[in-house]
Nanobody, 126 residues
Framework: QVQLVESGGGSVQPGGSLKLSCVVS?????????MAWYRQAPGKERELVAS???????PYADSVKGRFTISRDTLTNTLYLQMNRLKPEDTGVYYC?????????WGPGTQVSVSWGQGTQVTVSS
């Protein structure tokens, strides 16, 4: 049974970093596969964030160039997405994707939330 399992999502303030991981079944973790990260923001369509082509190329969406890095570890069958200088518009569910031998495989997704939070009231009085 083919499985893709993402992890590493969470809540972070703008400017922070997260590293997503996706453990992929060995049967489809091939250098001939197209591996990618997609994301879907609330109310929006799923979009391609970054990919690793069968030729080893790593194209990125313009919105994440210079901030995100996709990589893979063939020893552990893991696909990564290092995300730096995160912005509120990076918020969404991130999905791992593998296309191999005519089939398309998806992970269940991991939530990434980038915000300042609600803050806390401080009152100083004499």
């Amino acid at each position: 049974q083919v499985q893709l399992v993402e992890s590493g999502g969470g809540s972070v303030q703008p400017g922070g970093s997260l590293k997503l991981s996706c453990v992929v079944s060995q049967s489809i973790f091939s250098r001939h596969a197209l591996m990618a990260w997609y994301r879907q923001a609330p109310g929006k369509e799923r979009e391609l964030v970054a990919s690793i082509t069968s030729g080893g190329g790593t194209p990125y969406a313009d919105s994440v160039k210079g901030r995100f890095t996709i990589s893979r570890d063939t020893l552990t069958n893991t696909l990564y997405l290092q995300m730096n200088r995160l912005k509120p518009e990076d918020t969404g569910v991130y999905y791992c994707n593998v296309q191999y031998r005519g089939s398309n495989y998806w992970g269940p997704g991991t939530q990434v939330s980038v915000s300042w939070g609600q803050g806390t009231q401080v009152t100083v009085s004499s």
